[in-house]
């Protein structure tokens, strides 16, 4: 439950989850939309949803984002709610070269749906399991990222 991240088959489709330095890449507003569900054959997988939004604010070579996410996996419900706001900056180098560095910080809920499961001593003994359950209650934390990105422009003559 703590080091599971989701993941998006189509990875480049969600920039701002993928690196806060994409936050504000294009020239325009930016939404972005993202689903998915893996193995739909079998019940009770791993579903992701993700929804971002940033903008170019080029008068101050800086980009703003948000974006919320949600991931639930397994019968358990494993299930993981994410909103954050993203930033970046960009440093130009040369005349084609630049740099960009971003930052995001997110408001994380992580949970277990501990009832759902069923462990050994249930089956042997018919009654309760000797695990406590309430070790595995909801977990809230802040999470901060930070990425960068380098990219230039060649023209081939």
């Not at 893996?38 to 971002?52: E, F, N, S, V």
């Not at 358990?76 to 180098?93: C, D, E, N, P, W």
């Amino acid at each position: 439950m703590l080091a599971q991240d989701p993941q998006f088959t189509q990875f480049y489709a969600a920039p701002q989850y993928l690196n806060p330095a994409y936050t504000g890449l294009t020239m325009e507003h930016r939404f972005v939309a993202n689903y998915r569900n893996q193995w739909p054959g079998i019940r009770k997988t791993y579903q992701t949803a993700m929804a971002a939004y940033d903008y170019n604010i080029s008068n101050v070579s800086s980009g703003i984002g948000i974006f919320v996410m949600q991931d639930v996996a397994g019968t358990a419900g494993v299930k993981h709610m994410q909103s954050g706001l993203s930033y970046a900056y960009r440093f130009t180098i040369k005349k084609t070269n630049e740099l960009r560095a971003g930052v995001s910080v997110s408001y994380n809920q992580k949970s277990l749906g501990f009832n759902k499961l069923l462990f050994n001593d249930q089956l042997v003994t018919g009654s309760g399991t000797s695990l406590d359950g309430t070790t595995y209650g909801q977990k809230n934390f802040v999470d901060i990222g930070a990425g960068l990105l380098y990219t230039y422009n060649h023209h081939v003559h």
